[in-house]
Every structure is written in structure tokens, then in C-alpha cells.
């Protein structure tokens, strides 16, 4: 059995069987582990948060709490995306009420919105983890479907497929939406 048969396997008899709790962890590690690192390659040296720390706070808020009726390997990954976001959203919070005006998160717009920047150079700007946040809770306002595509394929790294499946959407509802969401995420960010 492959890993991600395995994973959506285990997924489906967490409520059943605790132990298979244990088994599904070293499956999704990794992958959570290289989605954290790869929004940290984008920050400062010096970052309080460590990307082993967010995954670790991020299945903790995941496997206490309620019992998810996990639909698979997507929606595990769709449920690990709101909560790293929330996470580095929340650390972020705290830095700035900390040192007011001090060190921000940042994340590149490159990161964000990709293709959808101009071939300028803007595309490397540096983009206020909290501004990010904000702004996509206003794209939630005008649509949610292109604000929860971001948060998936963005903080989730889910693939289109994946994130057409989480939302029960086709593929290419998906890459509209992924191309509309950028554009309005550099238009709003002022960039």
C-alpha cells in the first residue's frame, strides 16, 4: 500500500482506533515538515517560530479537541494548512505586540502569488505575515472559495487536484480561482 493510501486508511480509523494515531504521524511528518520549512526559507534569520515547532503545535491543536470525520488525505492536509496559518498568523500577533513596529514576519509576494507579479522585481517584496492574513480575510468577505484555494495551496502546498477535491470543485475551478486570488492579493497589497 502506498503512503497516501495509508494515510487516508488511518485517517478513517482514528475514531475507531487511537493506536492508529501513532502509525499515521511518521506518514505525515515529512511532508508537514517541508510544507513549514518551505514558508520559513522565506524569513529573516533569527525567526523565534521553527518550522519542527509549528508542525508539532499544528497536529497537537489537530488530534486534541474534536473528533474530525477525516474524508482523507486532502482534507488532513486542508485541516494542517488553517491550523499552521493560524499559528503563524497568532506568533506573528505576539512579536508585533511585543516590539511594537519591531521585527515582522515577513513572506515574499513570490511565495503568494507567484506568476501573477509583474517581471519587474516586485515579485521578491516582502509581504507582513499579518498583512497576508488580513487581506485574505477580506478575499473571504468577497469569496470565500478563492481565500480557502489560497490558504490550500498556499499554506496547505496542496496540489490543484487536491484542493479541487477538499472543495469539491473541478481542477479548473480551481486555477481560476488560484489566478483571480493572486491578482487580487497583489492589487490589495499594494504591490
Partial sequence: ??????????????????????RLMPLVYQELRA????WFAAQPTGHTLQPTALVHEAYLRMAGGTQVGWSGRAHFFAVAAKAMRQILVNHAEARQAQKRGGNRDRVTLSEVVGDATDKTGESDREVNASALHDALE??????ERQARIVELRYFGGLTVTEAAHVLNVSTSTVEKDWRMAKLWLVRELGI
Fill in 35 to 38: 510544507l513549514a520549512a518551505s
Fill in 1 to 22: 500500500m502506498d503512503d497516501r493510501a495509508e494515510v487516508t486508511g488511518l485517517l478513517s480509523q482514528l475514531d475507531e482506533r487511537p493506536e492508529a494515531a501513532s
Fill in 138 to 143: 477580506r478575499l473571504e468577505g468577497l469569496d
